[in-house]
Every structure is written in structure tokens, then in C-alpha cells.
């Protein structure tokens, strides 16, 4: 009887050191990973933190499942949306990672992408008169600062051409001010637009028209490793051609036509 429990607690023994060895090497395999920093603020339903901490949504969904394919470990780091292009270039991030318009922009940064599609858009309450955006010739916008609207909004060469364009650091407090009537109306990325003000007391409407149809892609530095983005831009490209970008987005609530087929 004592041999026959020596030899069970033996069994035993190898069986927790074997499990207890793997579980060290995975954990090790993942500490060893090379790290791609992404630099991205709360942006519901692109990318934003859940109630247990967790970085989650579409954006943040694809960057993960690119990343292992690639072989890096994804870490994602909170930035204050206007200071996104000095974190850039001194390194505190490696990209930019949240829904950002490739639009005009392209030769400033090193692009993965296109790799979704985004209208922005203009919100107004749901009891104005505002049905298109020549309606708004005059009116008062407010938007997130340092974003697409801005420019566009700011441009005399097409409707609507406001009156006053407010910046906020954030689209929530765009939204706040367009609610309790500061502002007539406010511009964004039209599945943002939805899903903050969804949260807010009161009743919201997307104008029809949308104010530009944007690229979505993933800036890096001009001095970044170019091998690094055309890795990337190549599993962005993979995943939308097996259906995984257009899986992500149908989760959280986006359109899964706004995925680019086939890469186009």
C-alpha cells in the first residue's frame, strides 16, 4: 500500500512539473515577442476600454489578431489625441491605431492600409430642421480636435461652411455641447457618432449625406522600419480577404461593407 502511494504521488509530481514547464515556456515564448506599441485614445466602437480594463473593439480586435500573425505582442498604450504626432516621432508610440483617416495625409506618415473604410459624418438632434448638409451653412460645429473634420470644416470649399468650428479633446464633449445646444451640429466618424451618442440623453440624427468618405489605414513614422509596415500591410490584407476584418466590424455594431474586399 505505501509503494502504490509513493508511486502515485511520483506520477503526480511529473505530471505538475511537466504541466508547470509548459506553462512557463508559453509564458516565456510571449515575454520574448517583439512589441508594437499602439498609440490610440477612446474612440467607441474603433478602440476603448471595457469595465475590466480590457483594450477592446473593432480596431482593437484586428490590431491583436495581426499582431500574432506577425508574430508581435500588441501593447496598447492611452495617448491624448492632439499629442499623437510628437509621441510618434519620439518613440513613445510605434503607430497610430484608431480609426485615423488616411485622407490628405498619405504623404505624411508611413501607411499600413487602407484596410477599412469610414464616412464621417454629421450629427444634429433629431427636432432641427438640418436634413443636408447645405442646411448647416452658418450654424455653429463642434469636433474632436486635431481630427478630419476639423480640416474639412475649415475648408471654405465646400458645404456646409460654419460659422464657428469649437474643438474638444474629446467627441463625448462634442456630443455634450451639441445636446444641451451650444452647437448645431457636430462631425466625426459616423459609427462613433451613433455610438456615444446612444449614451446620451436625447434623440440624434446622421445627416444622409456624408461630409467624406475616408481611407482607414495605420500610421507610422517616415523613419520607421518600412519592412516592419509592409509586413503589417500584408496581414491587413490577408485578413480582409479571409473575412476577419469584416468579423470584427460586424461585432461591434460597424457596417461589414465598410471592410475593403479583397484589399480594394
Known sequence: ??????????????????FGCNQTEGERHTSELPVLKIGCDEYEPYNFTDESGRRVGADASIA??????????????????DEKDVLLENGTIDCIWNCYS?????????WAGPYILSNEAVIVLDAS?????????????AIQITTKPEQVLLSSEISPNPKK???????????????QGYVEAVAGHKHSLISYSNSL???????????LKSKIGVAFSL??????????????????????????????????????KEGK
Open 1 to 18: 500500500m505505501k509503494k502504490q502511494l509513493i508511486a502515485l504521488i511520483f506520477t503526480a509530481l511529473i505530471i505538475f512539473t511537466l
Open 64 to 81: 491583436k489578431e495581426a499582431c500574432r500573425r506577425m508574430g508581435y505582442k500588441p501593447e496598447f498604450i492611452s495617448i491624448k489625441w
Open 102 to 110: 488616411m485622407n490628405d495625409r498619405e504623404d505624411k506618415y508611413l
Open 129 to 141: 430642421n438640418y436634413h443636408t448638409l447645405k442646411d448647416l451653412d452658418g450654424k455653429n460645429f
Open 165 to 179: 468650428v469649437y474643438c474638444f479633446l474629446e467627441i463625448e464633449d462634442a456630443l455634450v455641447a451639441l445636446q
Open 201 to 211: 440623453y436625447g434623440k440624434f440624427r446622421i445627416i444622409d449625406e456624408p461630409l
Open 223 to 260: 523613419a520607421a522600419d518600412k519592412k516592419l509596415v509592409d509586413k503589417l500591410n500584408g496581414v491587413l490584407l490577408e485578413m480582409n480577404e479571409d473575412g476577419t476584418v469584416a468579423k470584427y466590424l460586424k461585432e461591434y455594431g460597424i457596417d461589414s461593407t465598410y471592410a475593403l
